[in-house]
């Protein structure tokens, strides 16, 4: 391989790209799962977060509360409710996947978040929580992939080069 420089664009904008990729494979996984059963959403297996239903709900609630660190906006889903739903969880995943994606894209290396998780106050640097996000969702992704394949379902690709061999990255 050989690399090919282009027009040096900020450290922000790569990071805002991972997000770009992490909305993708949410709205991917979020519509293969779309059509599966009751009984395939309350499927789990060992090693994974909970059921199916549970780890998107569990996924996405999460990544509203990456946004609420920056943003004072509300979540829309919770955990220990009952399923939301696909609609409700696909409108939760634009909303906070593009409103992270705005937020990677204006955060520096020197930006400190400051406030209170769990009744604790905190101060980090954002890249932090940035970094959480991703690696939150991308386990989480990987929870349902497994729980698919173990029920013999073929859950979609998922990962930066099968957005790229979808034409979908520049």
Same mark, same amino acid.
């Given at each position: 391989? *050989?690399?090919?420089?282009?027009?040096? =664009?900020p450290?922000?904008?790569?990071?805002?790209?991972?997000? !770009?990729?992490?909305?993708? #494979?949410?709205?991917?996984?979020?519509?293969?799962? #779309? +059509?599966? +059963?009751?009984?395939?959403? !309350?499927? &789990?297996?060992?090693?994974?977060?909970? +059921?199916?239903? /549970?780890? @998107?709900?569990?996924?996405? *609630?999460?990544?509203?509360?990456?946004?609420?660190?920056? &943003?004072p &906006? !509300?979540?829309? $889903?919770?955990?220990?409710?009952?399923?939301?739903g696909?609609?409700?969880?696909? =409108?939760?995943?634009? *909303?906070?996947?593009?409103?992270?994606?705005? $937020?990677a +894209? =204006?955060?520096?290396?020197? /930006? $400190?978040?400051?406030?209170?998780?769990?009744?604790?106050?905190?101060?980090?640097?954002?890249?932090?929580? @940035?970094?959480? *996000?991703?690696? %939150?969702?991308?386990? %989480?992704?990987? %929870?349902a992939?497994?729980?698919?394949?173990?029920?013999? @379902? $073929?859950?979609p690709?998922?990962?930066?080069?099968?957005?790229?061999?979808?034409?979908?990255?520049?």
């Open positions: 391989g *050989a690399l090919t420089r282009r027009q040096a =664009k450290m922000a904008d790569a990071i805002a790209d991972m997000f !770009k990729h992490n909305l993708w #494979a949410n709205l991917l996984l979020l519509d293969a799962c #779309a +059509s599966l +059963s009751e009984e395939d959403l !309350k499927a &789990t297996c060992e090693g994974t977060y909970g +059921s199916l239903g /549970d780890t @998107l709900t569990h996924m996405l *609630a999460s990544e509203e509360r990456y946004v609420i660190a920056w &943003t &906006t !509300k979540a829309t $889903i919770g955990e220990g409710m009952p399923f939301p696909f609609a409700t969880l696909r =409108k939760s995943a634009e *909303a906070s996947g593009n409103a992270l994606i705005d $937020i +894209s =204006k955060t520096t290396a020197d /930006d $400190i978040l400051r406030g209170t998780y769990r009744d604790t106050p905190y101060e980090m640097r954002a890249a932090l929580l @940035l970094g959480q *996000a991703i690696n %939150h969702a991308t386990e %989480h992704r990987a %929870h992939a497994t729980i698919m394949t173990q029920r013999g @379902l $073929i859950p690709r998922m990962d930066v080069l099968g957005l790229w061999m979808g034409g979908q990255s520049g």
